[in-house]
Antibody, heavy 119, light 108 residues
Framework: QVTLRESGPALVKPTQTLTLTCTFS??????????LSWVRQPPGKALEWLAL???????FYTPSLKTRLTISRDTSNDQVVLTMTHMDSVDTGTYFC???????????WGQGTMVTVSS | AIQLTQSPSSLSASVGDRVTITCRTS??????LAWYQQKPGKPPKLLIS???SLQNGVPSRFSGSGSGTEFTLTISSLQPGDFADYFC??????????FGQGTRLEIK
């Protein structure tokens, strides 16, 4: 059974750095074509893709946030980590990790973790 | 970036109705389009990939069609559990992967 689980702080202060972890099981991120992404959703709003890391350790970022984002993987612990610097209130929302294969849709999602940015 | 425009943004319908949601893309993406359903407090659920390929376990009242720049999601006979938000997403060209702004399907 494939599962994804996000973890991280529920509250961060403006200007701080957010670190989120996606712990996965049931598949290997080293499998050819496998990818993990982070997607966020402000309350009541649309989904926004943030970053992707693939089986070959290639990394892709949404252009508007590229300077603030870093995605990395810990293959020994089956985890993918996202860091986002200079957090602001507009970054408040639910952050999801999601699995995809190259050239395909997101077939498995974590439950999401809600992050509030407030002083 | 490929822009996705969904219409309508909200829709009121009754159980048993047939509804159609449209997603238009700013450039040709062939069939690299997915549809998701999202209920409050839950993650999105993949309904359809490759424009028309129904995912395992998704009821056959859901169907997708289209190619190029225009796509539709149709629910043939609405059931109570179908009232939710629906999003389209393209995976033809990234970064960035992009989503539509969503359609809220409400009970009339």
């Amino acid at each position: 059974q494939v599962t994804l689980r996000e973890s991280g702080p529920a509250l961060v202060k403006p200007t701080q750095t957010l670190t989120l972890t996606c712990t996965f099981s049931g598949f290997s991120l080293s499998t050819n074509g496998m990818c993990l992404s982070w997607v966020r959703q402000p309350p009541g709003k649309a989904l926004e893709w943030l970053a992707l890391i693939d089986w070959d350790d290639d990394k892709f970022y949404t252009p508007s946030l590229k300077t603030r984002l870093t995605i990395s993987r810990d293959t020994s612990n089956d985890q993918v980590v996202l860091t986002m610097t200079h957090m602001d209130s507009v970054d408040t929302g639910t952050y999801f990790c999601a699995r995809m294969r190259t050239g395909s849709a997101f077939d498995v999602w974590g439950q999401g973790t809600m992050v509030t940015v407030s002083s | 970036a490929i822009q996705l425009t969904q219409s309508p943004s909200s829709l009121s319908a009754s159980v048993g109705d047939r509804v159609t949601i449209t997603c238009r893309t700013s450039q040709d993406i062939s069939i690299a389009l997915a549809w998701y359903q999202q209920k409050p407090g839950k993650p999105p659920k993949l309904l359809i990939s490759d424009a028309s390929s129904l995912q395992n376990g998704v009821p056959s009242r859901f169907s997708g069609s289209g190619s190029g720049t225009e796509f539709t999601l149709t629910i043939s006979s609405l059931q109570p559990g179908d009232f939710a938000d629906y999003f389209c997403q393209q995976f033809d060209s990234y970064p960035p992967i992009t989503f539509g702004q969503g359609t809220r399907l409400e009970i009339k």
